[in-house]
């Protein structure tokens, strides 16, 4: 037994060996549909930029269905399932439950994800990542993605026998870790939504194939957007356990209050699914009752615990800075940070702007009356791009600058422009979510290929403040899409020409993805205990006044609406 494991150098941790070639496999998988997806969505933001306008119409549709395909479901979900097996395995010091079943997961994973992939280069399957019916697309279309999803169920089931083997095997002390615990949070939250994908998209692959004939379009949206919207709780999830982990690893930092935390996660598996019906609150098939439940009551617990989170996580950050000596004023703790190690520059800017830009958006776009005003407008991406792209793939980024090199023995292949690499994403893409939601304010439509409406029988001019938004919507793209290069490149190249890791005392005094603490900084139980974090009180001060001043800059927009009447 002991021949199948081999111990971590930097962290100590004992690594399955079975666990660790599928984490492996996975996260390169990952950041290959990254490099794919990144493309398309390149393509899609020079189009949409008026004075580019690269693409015809078919194409243009072609690539947002690719774009959304791969970024959205295919990238994150191959790394949440790399991250599942490394907080179960690697995190336990655990032995993985059936490792064949895994490289099964992996082949349907990946067959599926290259099956939907040649639907849609082939032409006849652009219908977007929605793929609203009645537009209909090839039967292997959904075939792919059922498939897809069936992998990742058998993935989140190796990782609660996991769990539950480590437990009787005693291979850790008292509760699961709080990062293993965010992931099991985002496994339950995926084995929900792989079945209310199945709900929908096994009718719906009967019907492409002429054994059903017909799909209500109402029934298709509601279940639909069980799947569409709740595969990117399972991200908010994932990536929030890996700020915790990330926090750990580079501070030794415990949270303000694990349980706390850990309620906050709970929260997140009762609530965060509802927030699907902001999809559907313009649908008039759908009761009031129904929206105003979603909307209000039950939503706002699941904003609850973000804000929990939000506060914890840079909490956490003080308190562990702050021990460290550094307690000048408010915000020493902040300013003595690594900010030029990637790990942690990607970790802060996916804490703010998933905060500020997702966090502030949804909770706009999840209030019934406000709603209508950004409806199937482009602000609807750019909110997307604020959660999964400045949110969840920047912290994945991060931890990726951490794992990468651990789990393989290498040091990074460039170092010094990897420094810069989160700072060119993630403000690229956060401009992009900005000028998107922006445009989408002033009404510039979610799905058209062109703003100027140029092949239309009647017109329609835009303000120009829209038309400028877009360019510089474009602009962004191409710099987030250099960010996006560059971490691709670092990966890619620290896997097949980086140099094996010195030992521990020869290594440079300041590395740029430094060695973690001991592995109990990740996996021991505990808080920071009643540390003061002002720096912190403060910041989220701002967040909300933001949050405030936001909110009721929407309220005055709605007011103009109603003169429609």
């Not at 912190?536 to 800059?553: E, G, K, N, Q, R």
Request: glycine share 8%.
């Amino acid at each position: 037994m002991s021949n199948d494991f081999r111990t971590c150098p930097d962290t100590g941790f004992k690594i399955h060996l079975p666990a660790d070639k599928l984490i492996k496999w996975n996260a390169v998988t990952a950041i290959v549909f990254l490099l794919i997806g990144g493309i398309f969505g390149l393509l899609v933001a020079l189009t949409r930029w008026p004075a580019v306008h690269i693409l015809p119409p078919d194409l243009f549709y072609l690539a947002l269905t690719a774009h959304g395909l791969d970024v959205l479901l295919v990238w994150v979900i191959f790394f949440e399932i790399a991250l599942l097996y490394f907080t179960s395995a690697v995190l336990l010091n655990a032995r993985l439950v059936g490792p064949k079943l895994g490289w099964l997961a992996y082949v349907l994973m990946l067959g599926g994800a290259l099956m939907t992939n040649v639907a849609v280069l082939r032409g006849d399957s652009s219908v977007m990542f929605t793929s609203y019916v009645p537009m209909q697309a090839a039967p292997d279309f959904y075939l792919g993605i059922i498939l897809f999803a069936v992998g990742a169920l058998i993935g989140c089931g190796l990782f609660f026998a996991t769990i539950i083997v480590a437990k009787k095997e005693r291979t850790y002390e008292g509760s699961i870790p709080l990062v293993t615990f965010g992931a099991l949070t985002a496994a339950i939250i995926a084995v929900f939504t792989i079945l209310a994908g199945a709900a929908i998209l096994v009718p719906t692959l009967f019907w492409s194939m002429g054994l059903i004939a017909h799909i209500d379009t109402l029934m298709y949206k509601v279940v639909w957007w069980a799947m569409g919207h709740s595969s990117q709780q399972i991200n908010v999830a994932a990536h929030i356990a890996v700020w915790y982990a990330i926090a750990a690893i580079l501070f030794g930092a415990k949270p303000l209050s694990e349980k706390v935390s850990r309620f906050a996660f709970l929260l997140y598996i009762l609530f965060l699914q509802l927030a699907s019906a902001h999809h559907l609150l313009v649908e008039p098939g759908l009761s009031s009752e129904y929206k105003i439940f979603n909307t209000s009551y039950a939503l706002y617990l699941a904003v609850l615990a973000s804000m929990i989170h939000g506060l914890t996580v840079p909490g956490a950050v003080e308190a562990a800075q702050r021990k460290k000596g550094f307690n000048k004023g408010l915000f020493e703790w902040l300013r003595k940070a690594p900010w030029g190690n990637p790990v942690f520059s990607g970790f802060a800017m996916s804490v703010v702007f998933f905060g500020f830009l997702g966090g502030i958006s949804g909770v706009m776009m999840g209030t019934e009356q406000l709603n209508i005003i950004i409806h199937n407008t482009i602000y609807v991406p750019g909110h997307f791009h604020a959660t999964v792209v400045t949110g969840t793939t920047l912290a994945f980024m991060a931890l990726s600058y951490w794992l990468v090199p651990t789990l393989w023995q290498k040091e990074l292949f460039l170092p010094g422009i990897a420094k810069w690499q989160p700072y060119l994403f993630g403000i690229g893409m956060a401009l992009v979510s900005t000028f998107m939601m922006g445009a989408g304010t002033l009404g510039v439509p979610r799905r058209h290929w062109d703003i100027s409406f140029a092949d239309a029988a009647m017109g329609f001019d835009f303000p120009a403040a829209a038309y400028l938004m877009m360019g510089l919507n474009g602009i962004s793209a191409i710099v987030a899409a250099l960010g996006a290069m560059i971490f691709i490149i670092n990966m890619v190249g620290t896997l097949l020409l980086g140099k094996d890791k010195v030992p521990a005392a020869a290594a440079p005094e300041e590395p740029v993805a430094p060695a973690a603490p001991p592995a109990s900084a990740a996996t021991s139980y505990g808080s920071a205990g009643t540390m003061e974090v002002p720096g912190t009180f403060v910041l989220a001060l701002i967040f909300l006044v933001s949050f405030i001043l936001y909110y009721f800059v929407n309220w005055k927009y709605l007011a103009s609406v109603w003169g429609l009447s």
